[in-house]
């Protein structure tokens, strides 16, 4: 009944919410972007001017498609759009073409797929049951919800500045998770099969869908005592589940199997030929990782225990954008990162068979994927970061114990993207709207959480004040030093490495958390 007072009464704010945001995206249009504006470009190109066959071969650019194939349908479907804005940017040897026309329709494009963002958010506020009654539209829960996740520092400047499309997909994320919340497991689970031949990143949180689905959908009894009915499995669940599975995948991949060339698609999407690292080191365990190996390097030679000749000058001034060996510490394979990132997802799935708490323990071990890939994960890209704080965004306005993790995390991966944005207009704009957020996202969970203990310790609160004196040095100070010339690369190291501290204080945090939960006799009937 909360929900649907919600939806009756709560339409115009969470209009005025979705308009707004809109409005600001609209207003970024001609801001700096990234070399993934040509990414998305040269899609546009080779999908409009090339037959399939060519797709996953094409390499006039160094962008080659590396995304699967319903992502270049989708490309496909947009260049039908583009030949009116521009014809010139469908034609694959314009290299780093950017008239006025195709900037406006690249980010026209985005602003228009999140519409479905919207309608996502929209749905996993009708899950939020609307317990904490509150006389102010400001502190009910689904209103905080809307914004901390309509209004995603991240999600902003990553596709409306940087430039990609990741809101559509987090929609069709955040939908599939509605679903499943509603108990409408199939179409979760199809919309789920669905983005994960849109971008193969979503492959970090399937092990939760797979394991939630399993044990919510194909058994379908517990015991009282909260355990498995083994009797209850159904048959007919697994064969709806698989078959849908294999349909999504046969439309995808179907036609480049016909095409003899399913390993050619294989080989684009995995490239592990790629470091360990992103030229930007993501702040994950391998950013301490590398930071370690540097210290350690610099300590040898110091103390005459390494020779210096032997240490290929790169690895010590090129920064991050080489590859680099380890010099001190084992080198690391990809085989090692996937045997450590299965280890530490391997927990939090144990807890979602074991302990299970409806929509809510799906959610955390959905985190727990997300953010276990996003720390030991082979070639991580900061951005992933985000696959992490939206779903927490959801568990934030339920519980205390999980506001305070999310401060934590939102507020330190957010400040991680900020080296992506490093042209000089930008930078008050990413200071205004990470200040934003970060101040509604505290004084709107700390509202709704008052009655309860501090969500931060005056350690964590220590921890994320020190970011500010951080970007000062990075943005200001620094560039002024003779350092600049010889160690261009410091200001990169020591935001990767100091957020790296917060990102693994949170994720170890919330494993505690839900490690040590016990669970209620309500939660086991249930």
């Not at 494009?109 to 904490?132: M, W």
């Not at 020779?307 to 394979?333: C, R, Y």
Request: positive net charge; aromatic residues 16%.
């Amino acid at each position: 009944q909360g929900a649907r007072a919600m939806a009756a009464g709560g339409r115009g704010w969470f209009r005025a919410l979705a308009l707004g945001v809109s409005f600001l995206k609209c207003l970024l249009i001609p801001a700096y972007y990234s070399t993934d504006f040509e990414v998305h470009r040269n899609w546009l190109a080779i999908t409009h001017s090339l037959p399939l066959s060519q797709w996953y071969y094409e390499a006039t650019s160094e962008w080659t498609l590396d995304y699967p194939p319903f992502f270049a349908w989708f490309e496909y479907a947009l260049s039908h759009i583009a030949k009116y804005f521009d014809p010139q940017m469908l034609v694959v040897e314009n290299l780093n073409y950017a008239s006025h026309a195709t900037i406006f329709f690249q980010r026209l494009s985005v602003i228009f797929t999140d519409t479905l963002f919207i309608y996502a958010v929209h749905e996993c506020c009708r899950c939020i049951n609307g317990k904490r009654a509150a006389k102010d539209i400001l502190e009910k829960p689904t209103f905080i919800l809307a914004v901390l996740l309509l209004w995603n520092f991240g999600l902003l400047i990553v596709d409306h500045i940087h430039f990609q499309y990741n809101g559509f997909l987090f929609g069709l994320m955040l939908l599939s998770v509605a679903r499943l919340c509603q108990k409408r497991y199939l179409e979760g689970a199809l919309l789920f099969a669905v983005l994960l031949h849109f971008k193969h990143i979503y492959v970090y949180v399937a092990p939760a869908y797979g394991i939630y689905l399993l044990r919510s959908y194909c058994f379908t009894a517990n015991n009282a005592d909260g355990s498995l009915k083994w009797r209850s499995f159904s048959f007919l669940h697994v064969t709806l589940l698989g078959l849908i599975v294999c349909l999504v995948s046969a439309l995808s991949l179907g036609p480049f199997l016909v095409l003899g060339q399913l390993p050619q698609v294989i080989s684009r999407l995995f490239p592990f030929k790629r470091g360990l690292c992103h030229a930007y080191w993501a702040p994950n365990f391998w950013a301490l990782y590398n930071a370690m190996d540097k210290a350690l390097t610099i300590l040898g030679l110091k103390c005459n225990f390494l020779d210096g000749t032997k240490i290929p000058k790169a690895s010590m001034t090129g920064g991050l954008v080489q590859e680099f060996e380890h010099t001190v510490l084992p080198s690391v394979t990809p085989l090692t990162t996937l045997i450590c990132t299965f280890i530490a997802i391997l927990p939090s799935v144990f807890c979602l068979w074991f302990k299970p708490q409806g929509p809510r323990g799906f959610l955390q071990c959905l985190v727990l994927c997300a953010l276990s890939s996003f720390m030991f994960g082979w070639h991580v890209h900061e951005k992933a970061i985000l696959l992490a704080i939206l779903p927490l965004s959801l568990l934030s306005i339920q519980r205390a114990k999980d506001a305070g993790i999310y401060l934590i995390l939102a507020t330190t991966g957010h400040f991680s993207l900020f080296p992506l944005l490093f042209t000089p207009p930008e930078l008050p704009l990413k200071i205004l709207l990470m200040l934003l957020f970060t101040v509604y996202s505290f004084s709107s969970l700390k509202s709704l959480f008052r009655r309860e203990k501090p969500l931060l310790n005056w350690f964590e609160t220590i921890y994320l004040i020190q970011l500010v004196p951080l970007e000062i040095f990075c943005e200001i100070i620094f560039p002024l030093t003779p350092w600049k010339r010889h160690f261009p690369f410091v200001p990169l190291l020591l935001t990767s490495v100091y957020c790296a501290l917060g990102i693994t204080y949170a994720w170890l945090k919330l494993y505690v958390s839900v490690l040590t939960e016990r669970i209620s006799v309500r939660q086991k009937a249930e």
